[in-house]
Nanobody
Framework: QVQLVESGGGLVQAGGSLRLSCTAS????????MGWYRQSLGKERELVAT???????NYADSVKGRFTISGDNAKNTVYLQMNTLKPEDTAVYYC?????????WGKGTLVTVSS
């Protein structure tokens, strides 16, 4: 079993910053990719950013230039630095991990951006 634990969510004013962290533990043999997705009320879950084990990075267009994903392989941890936050960034942010064809999800951390 693989467990993902997210932290760092909270309430912030528009224009502010937050940093999310996600640490993976358990039976991890290899990590192909980690990343962040988000889901706001009434909408489907959407990709925010991902990073592969070769440091290939992908961002959603809506966060490019504002969010930065990074990883620490030694700690099995992925971070999401979110700057210049907007009210439309309000959502539950979920950590995601792909390993040997299996996908794992964290329970999510709520980010609320007030206007």
């Amino acid at each position: 079993q693989v467990q993902l634990v997210e932290s760092g969510g909270g309430l912030v004013q528009a224009g502010g910053s937050l940093r999310l962290s996600c640490t993976a533990s358990g039976s991890i043999f290899s990590i192909n990719r980690m990343g962040w997705y988000r889901q706001s009320l009434g909408k489907e879950r959407e990709l925010v950013a991902t990073i592969t084990n070769t440091a290939r990075i992908n961002y959603a267009d809506s966060v490019k230039g504002r969010f930065t994903i990074s990883g620490d392989n030694a700690k099995n941890t992925v971070y999401l630095q979110m700057n210049t936050l907007k009210p439309e960034d309000t959502a539950v942010y979920y950590c995601n991990l792909d390993s040997r064809g299996s996908t794992y999800w964290g329970k999510g951390t709520l980010v609320t951006v007030s206007s």
